[in-house]
């Protein structure tokens, strides 16, 4: 009976040392894996590519965005850091090296190998810029209108409060009517500048006007400003960027001929431009009486 129950023990026991043994084991294989072993990290793998510019004038901006569960890696992937070479007046075809850099403290105290810190890509996929307004397509130019009263629509009671700047602290200012006068393609000389569409407007609006130095002798006033709204960044993926748009009060007096009016207003452009681009007008009025007959 007694040898029964020593055997038993002796089971038990050797149960209980083999069970602990693995538990070591594992948590040694466990500890190892995750911590101890070296890692291989190839840090280009998962490269984001973000090209800025056009065909011819472009940069490229390269980031790691790839995601880990585990802490460490994380850790390593937010520290690394891209250059590009070379990164001006990039153009389709072209060759560019990029280099990794990370934390070689992290990465030591971690346990990683970086691998394939340097890679060479082709550039692809910049889009052109358009030789005229010849070249733009009519559907992308139909949109123009619509997305230029959205902006208009948007910034309204700004344009009412900064830009009427005949009323007296631009107090109880009121559009009275808003018109398209004229749409054109602003085309650059060089890469620096990208091209253009741009919306001009006649705003005519009344509010109150100071004629002395006291706001009690406050007088009714229509006034009339030419306001002009850019669509920049204008190329061959046919779109026009809402929120590239921006704004700005044309300070211009306009003849009320129609066609001095646009030679007028296209000198004063072009002045403005420092006759560094060519204008084009677009979506001429009798073009779109044509159309429609």
């Given at each position: 009976m007694n040898f029964i129950k020593n055997k038993k023990k002796i089971h038990d026991k050797s149960f209980f040392f083999v069970w602990m043994a693995c538990l070591i084991f594992s948590l040694f294989f466990i500890g190892y894996f995750f911590f101890l072993r070296t890692i291989e990290i190839d840090v280009t793998k998962h490269i984001v590519l973000r090209y800025s510019g056009e065909n011819g004038s472009a940069?490229?901006?390269?980031?790691?965005?790839?995601?880990?569960?585990?802490?460490r890696l994380q850790?390593?992937?937010?520290?690394?850091?891209?250059?590009?070479?070379?990164?001006?007046?990039?153009?389709?075809?072209?060759?560019?090296?990029?280099?990794?850099?990370?934390?070689?403290?992290?990465?030591?105290?971690y346990h990683l190998e970086p691998i394939?810190?340097?890679?060479?890509?082709?550039?692809?996929g910049l889009p052109d810029r358009y030789t005229d307004a010849s070249a733009i397509p009519q559907s992308m130019l139909d949109t123009l209108p619509e997305l230029a009263e959205n902006y208009l629509n948007k910034h309204l009671l700004a344009i009412l409060n900064n830009?009427?700047?005949?009323?007296?602290?631009?107090?109880?200012?009121?559009?009275?009517?808003?018109?398209?006068?004229?749409e054109a393609f602003m085309k650059s000389k060089n890469t620096e500048n990208s091209d253009r569409l741009i919306v001009v407007y006649q705003l005519e609006a009344h509010g109150k006007?100071?004629?002395?130095?006291?706001?009690?002798?406050?007088?009714?006033l229509s006034s009339t400003i030419y306001y002009m709204v850019v669509f920049p960044s204008i190329n061959d993926t046919g779109e026009i960027v809402?929120?590239?748009a921006y704004g700005e009060k044309l300070l211009v007096t306009l003849d009320d001929d129609e066609e001095k009016r646009i030679e007028q207003l296209e000198?004063?452009?072009?002045?403005?431009?420092?006759?560094?681009?060519?204008?084009?007008?677009?979506?001429?009025?009798?073009?779109?009486?044509?159309?429609?007959?």
């Open positions: 940069t490229l901006r390269v980031s790691n965005e790839e995601v880990s569960i585990n802490q850790d390593f992937y937010d520290s690394l850091r891209f250059t590009v070479t070379p990164n001006e007046n990039l153009s389709n075809g072209d060759q560019v090296t990029i280099s990794a850099e990370y934390d070689h403290e992290l990465a030591q105290q394939h810190q340097v890679t060479t890509i082709t550039v692809e830009d009427f700047t005949d009323f007296y602290q631009a107090q109880e200012v009121t559009l009275d009517s808003s018109s398209i006068i004229y006007m100071n004629r002395s130095d006291s706001e009690e002798k406050l007088q009714e809402e929120a590239n000198e004063y452009l072009l002045k403005k431009g420092k006759n560094s681009y060519t204008i084009e007008q677009v979506n001429k009025a009798d073009e779109t009486e044509e159309s429609a007959a």
